[in-house]
């Protein structure tokens, strides 16, 4: 059987969705995905502020291979994650749930698909100053910050 779906050619994803930027976030889902080569955490964040993008979400991978190690640590640190179980390098998904912090993201595309990249972290209480920040940095038509 086939279907005529008009304009089925032209259609492009929708790169709204991916938000490019600073963002104070909640981390709303997390997934392990043990893939052989390269096995990731995916997680959701809920964005908090700034308020023109408050409550759209957006996924990002965290791998978890022994060269990217370095960049799961920073994002535990800087969201407050259980000390405890973090020196016994153990991740609980559901201990993720509910961490506040930011995140600085960009997105790329390969082989067709976009990725949203997770560029740098920092604790919630700097949120303020890297809003701040940011804010001049704009001004000036320049990006300094994370």
Known sequence: MKRHIPGLHSWQPDDIS???GLFLTRVDKA???WQPRKPYLELR???LEPKAYENKAFFGRLYCTEKALWKFDWFLRDFGYDAELLEQ???D???LLGLRGVVR????R???RSYQNLDAFAPEAGWETLDCL???ADDRGGRDGL
């Open 93 to 95: 998904v559901k201990a």
């Open 89 to 91: 390098d153990q991740v």
């Open 110 to 112: 390969v082989n067709g």
């Open 45 to 47: 964040f809920v964005v």
């Open 105 to 108: 993201t960009s997105h790329v």
């Open 18 to 20: 991916l938000l490019e």
């Open 134 to 136: 940011m804010a001049h």
């Open 31 to 33: 997934f392990f995905r």
